[in-house]
């Protein structure tokens, strides 16, 4: 088992990262709400004048299901083991135990060579929470309990507590996944003998929803486009951004009219960017209204950035999703002189990129050059298909009077609610709309 090394407090108000990909040197800005505008605001492409950043809500009541939990996740978390230092991903499940509503085993988070049994959580489904408890014993070695508990971080990031706290990590369930607090410590080890070392220990815990079952039967192929890229390439080239367009795979959405999506656009052969910083994600749009194009926030694009996975938005999706109309966005934007992102002639045009990251729904970033200029002038993004995105209808069933259709409810990316709440999609027939459930 390795030896507890060195932590690097994952809390920040203002993080400036550097990198040296490609010939340019980029810089990332991550601003929080408070400081957003005053800070950074851009004449050319600007923000809101008022953004309303908050963070990402809790899960309101009812709005969470069985069917929901259970499942894959991708398990994001701060490794404080030496080896294991930095940013770090992994592959857990959530399953439900037998005979208990609200009692979960996380399946992953122990090595199964050591004989170990999966810590179990609670799921309280009126908060929209996931509770872990502190001080489970696992299993054993030799005379020795291994255990599941808890340590905390003060504020200067030294490690605090132990075995003898009573409390439990609490995580807020999201559209998402599950967000656990950064200064919860996730131990696995000796407890009575931490000198000897820890299977785990972790902080900054989010486990991040995968492979649900149905996002095949919610999108469906549609066309390819020219991508020009203005959220990764912008920052990481010196070159235009035409020069380094690519062909992409446009997908449609089943159930919302307007709404589309590039699938994985870094994994594709011809994108430019180095491959150790592209995976797998999806850009998804929305033309409905051709003057208001709007990108969904908090959906993994697939680039990476010095280990950080970014969300790709623009501000009239993201202040969109605060609650913001899209009156009042056209105005803010207007007022200070930006274009608003549209659908014309049959190209998406995509003005006021930005982007964030897991965990980091409350910020927006941008690039700067290496000598610190705003890059943001050149973050627009252009989407040329090869067939028209506006025969919406031409392909979707006949359905009964729209008065007997069912009524379904989808969250604004795309993924269906049994119980809505919040700003969402309501879908009955033919007939799309958004609405606000309270």
Aim: glycine letters at 8%.
């Amino acid at each position: 088992m390795d030896l507890l090394h060195r932590y690097s407090h994952p809390i920040f108000h203002i993080l400036i990262i550097t990198s040296t990909l490609n010939p340019m040197r980029s810089t990332l800005i991550l601003i929080s709400g408070l400081t957003f505008c005053s800070l950074f605001a851009s004449p050319a492409i600007p923000t809101p004048a008022t953004p309303l950043l908050s963070p990402v809500t809790t899960a309101k009541a009812n709005s969470i299901s069985r069917d929901k939990l259970a499942g894959e996740y991708e398990w994001s978390y701060n490794g404080l083991l030496s080896g294991q230092a930095g940013q770090q991903y992994g592959r857990l499940s959530i399953e439900f135990k037998e005979g208990a509503e609200n009692v979960v085993t996380i399946v992953g988070l122990v090595d199964y060579r050591t004989g170990l049994r999966d810590p179990e959580a609670t799921v309280d489904f009126t908060n929209g929470t996931l509770s872990i408890p502190n001080n489970q014993v696992l299993g054993s070695e030799g005379s020795n309990d291994i255990v599941f508990y808890l340590k905390s971080l003060d504020a200067s990031g030294k490690l605090t507590g132990g075995i003898s706290s009573s409390r439990a990590s609490i995580g807020r369930i999201t559209e998402t996944g599950i967000i656990f607090p950064n200064e919860d410590v996730w131990a696995i080890g000796l407890p009575e003998a931490e000198e000897a070392g820890f299977y785990h220990l972790t902080s900054a815990n989010e486990l991040i929803f995968i492979n649900r079952g149905d996002d095949r039967m919610l999108w469906e192929e549609y066309c390819t486009a020219r991508f020009e890229d203005g959220w990764g390439v912008a920052g990481l080239t010196t070159d235009e951004i035409a020069s380094h367009s690519w062909n992409v795979s446009i997908q449609k959405s089943r159930t919302t009219d307007g709404l589309f999506r590039i699938h994985n656009p870094y994994m594709e052969y011809q994108c430019p960017l180095t491959s150790d910083y592209c995976g797998e994600g999806d850009i998804i749009f929305n033309i409905h209204r051709p003057d208001f194009v709007w990108v969904a926030p908090e959906v993994e694009s697939g680039l990476l950035f010095n280990g950080l996975k970014l969300c790709f938005t623009n501000i009239e999706g993201f202040n969109l999703a605060q609650g913001e109309s899209v009156e009042e966005i056209k105005r803010t934007i207007a007022a200070e002189g930006g274009s608003i992102s549209n659908y014309s002639n049959n190209i998406v045009t995509i003005h006021n990129c930005r982007f964030n990251y897991k965990g980091a729904f409350d910020r927006l970033s941008f690039w700067r050059d290496e000598n610190g200029e705003s890059l943001v002038p050149r973050m627009t993004s252009v989407i040329r298909p090869t067939i028209a995105l506006s025969d919406l209808q031409t392909d979707m069933e006949t359905i009964e009077a729209e008065t007997e259709a069912p009524v379904e409810f989808y969250s604004i990316d795309g993924t269906r609610l049994e119980q809505p709440s919040g700003i969402c999609i309501r879908r009955q027939g033919n007939k799309v709309s958004k609405i606000i459930v309270r």
